[in-house]
């Protein structure tokens, strides 16, 4: 696996492999990897034969006070996983590499990028937006490979990649889960052994929201209480929002009659954690 630290190192490694009739494989990430990451690497090996893992804790998406001097930073041990998940290159720039002339240039995606997350964490997605162009722009791939665990900043990069023409095809991947089933999040490491007993409560609120829905229940509202009862059985655990939203333009919705996605942000002690499931009117 090569290390590579410059835009240019990058970009003449993935040009040289696609120019010998290799598919290209992305994945994105800040690091901190967990078996999250890792099955997105697989995959992309996998389906590509080439992946490329670009690390960079990106500044642009931490707002002041944030957890971004802090956020876990370990390239040895990273490289290690990445290079045991077939990864071929793994690109790890500086920040001026990425910004040469600070924050001159911002990409937003308006409206998407600003419910949600985006309203708890105003420039949130600006700064994400910003950072995956760049990216996509260095790394020319042909398919790039994000999570749902992330469900808006899936739907951010869908967007930005149609509005921009970006060539590079956008790949799901479904949320990688403890066997608990809390969604693995480089921020578990934050979470003390009383808030990680805890913290699977939100998946199991999901869990008993979907039911509701699968029992026929279609009033957001309802569904909404099954998951708050349950959420409230863990004293530590609050929630920053709960609500159904469309799975494609995050609106919410009062009634189900489409394809939903059910967003939970949540604190764990002082520590804050996201997740999503998909709810589908077909029955799944
Ligand atoms: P991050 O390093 O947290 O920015 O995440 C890099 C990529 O990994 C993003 O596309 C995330 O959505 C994805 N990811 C993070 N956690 C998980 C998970 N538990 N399951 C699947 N994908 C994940």
Redesign the pocket.
């Known amino acids: 696996m090569e290390i590579l630290r410059t835009a240019s190192s990058v970009r003449g490694f993935v040009e040289s492999r696609r120019s010998a009739g290799e598919t290209i494989g992305f994945?994105?990430?800040?690091?901190?990897?967990?078996?999250?990451?890792l099955?997105?690497m697989r995959r992309a090996k996998g389906e590509c034969g080439r992946c490329v893992v670009s690390?960079f804790v990106?500044p642009t998406q931490f707002r002041p006070g944030e957890d971004f001097d802090r956020y876990p930073r370990d390239l040895e041990t990273d490289s290690g996983l990445a290079e045991s998940a077939g990864v071929d290159a793994l690109f790890v720039p500086s920040v001026e590499e990425i910004y040469p002339d600070g924050p001159a240039v911002t990409v937003r995606v308006d409206e998407l990028g600003d419910r949600w997350e985006g309203a708890r964490r105003p420039g949130h997605f600006d700064g994400v937006a910003t950072v995956c162009a760049k990216l996509f722009n260095i790394v020319p791939a042909d398919r790039a490979?994000?999570?749902?665990?992330?469900f808006q900043?899936?739907k951010v990069?869908q967007r930005l990649v149609a509005a921009l023409h970006v060539p590079t095809e956008i790949v799901t991947?479904?949320?990688?889960?403890e066997s608990d089933g809390l969604?693995?999040?480089?921020?578990n490491t934050y979470l003390n052994d009383d808030e990680r007993l805890a913290a699977p409560v939100i998946k199991r609120a999901l869990q008993a929201a979907k039911a509701r829905f699968h029992s026929g229940e279609r009033s957001s509202e309802e569904i909404i209480q099954a998951a708050r009862e349950v959420l409230a059985d863990e004293d530590i655990v609050s929630e920053d929002y709960l609500d159904i939203a469309d799975s494609e333009s995050l609106e919410p919705l009062t009634l189900i009659e489409r394809r939903a996605v059910i967003l939970v942000a949540a604190r764990v002690g002082p520590t804050r954690l996201l997740d999503n499931v998909l709810l589908e009117c077909d029955g799944r």
């Open positions: 994945v994105p990430t800040m690091g901190a990897f967990h078996e999250g990451h099955t997105l690390l990106n490979y994000f999570g749902q665990k992330d900043q899936l990069i991947v479904p949320t990688v889960r969604a693995m999040s480089s921020r």
